[in-house]
């Protein structure tokens, strides 16, 4: 594959989250062979854009019954 030559400019994403939870995220993305949760954010989006992903949500199931 080719090198990248276009002149796209570099930005940067911030997104408001809580310390605990960026904390626990980068321990996850550790826990993944991942450096940061940046560079598993990077690699979703990149394949989010080439339309790699299928996304949904399933509720799990929960066997805590309170009701």
């Known amino acids: 594959m080719a ?3 276009s002149a796209d400019e570099i930005i940067r ?3 408001p989250m809580r310390k605990t939870i960026k904390d626990k995220a980068n321990d996850r993305a550790k826990e993944y062979g991942f450096g940061s949760i ?3 954010v990077r690699l979703f989006v990149a394949g989010f854009v080439r339309g790699e992903y299928e996304i ?3 509720a799990k199931k ?4 309170k009701n």
């Open 3 to 5: 090198a990248d030559t």
């Open 13 to 15: 994403l911030q997104i």
């Open 38 to 40: 940046q560079e598993v």
């Open 56 to 58: 949904g949500f399933t």
């Open 62 to 65: 929960n066997d805590d019954k």
